[in-house]
T-cell receptor, first 115, second 109 residues
């Protein structure tokens, strides 16, 4: 099994540009999570999908952030326009079941730097 | 806000020693999970303990859960240099996991 796949692994962009992060969950998993990790705030849940439907997006910082899951094997997290404070490592994770009742499998992350 | 809080924030030991990390939380949970993160990598699941369990073992790992004190501990026995990583507890509710800020464990050869 390939595990959770994220792309790109690193992204450097200028303030104001659009950034799109991509995730392919493990086949058969029905839940997908997007997290952001920074030194200051630790690991924060941004949004959670179950069966491709957004269940909880209360962690999305503001309207500049949006996430989609058009099918069971693909999700995107978009930031438009990007700001320096968005610099962080963004992780995608998937699990077999809903919510916090199952172990989650994390991708390698995308390190985003906004200058 | 973060649910679990790990203690200590950092721990440095010699190879072969045991390492104990603690996690405290504030509200009711249905499970508690521990994850490891090596520098620059994603988190890796170590062990899940349900709220009706008190202790669980996996290899050199031992996890305890005390729901009356809202606390958990992770014990790594006979540590190795390869155990050097950050360790996170995560409290599980019906719909999400909430992670603490982690304990940085350094195992010196």
């Amino acid at each position: 099994d390939a595990g959770v796949i994220q792309s790109p692994r690193h992204e450097v962009t200028e303030m104001g540009q659009e950034v799109t992060l991509r995730c392919k969950p493990i086949s058969g998993h029905n839940s997908l999570f997007w997290y952001r990790q920074t030194m200051m705030r630790g690991l924060e849940l941004l949004i959670y999908f179950n069966n491709n439907v957004p269940i909880d997006d209360s962690g999305m910082p503001e309207d500049r952030f949006s996430a989609k899951m058009p099918n069971a094997s693909f999700s995107t997290l978009k930031i438009q326009p990007s700001e320096p404070r968005d610099s962080a490592v963004y992780f995608c994770a998937s699990s077999l079941g809903s919510g916090g009742s199952y172990e989650q499998y994390f991708g390698p992350g995308t390190r985003l730097t906004v200058t | 806000s973060q649910q679990g809080e790990e203690d200590p924030q950092a721990l440095s030991i010699q190879e072969g020693e045991n390492a104990t990390m603690n996690c405290s939380y504030k509200t009711s949970i249905n499970n508690l999970q521990w994850y490891r993160q090596n520098s620059g990598r994603g988190l890796v699941h170590l062990i899940l303990i349900r709220s009706n369990e008190r202790e669980k073992h996996s290899g050199r790992l031992r996890v305890t859960l005390d729901t009356s004190k809202k606390s958990s501990s992770l014990l790594i026995t006979a540590s190795r240099a390869a155990d050097t990583a950050s360790y996170f507890c995560a409290t599980g509710s019906n719909y999400k996991l909430t992670f603490g800020k982690g304990t940085l464990l350094t195992v010196n050869p």
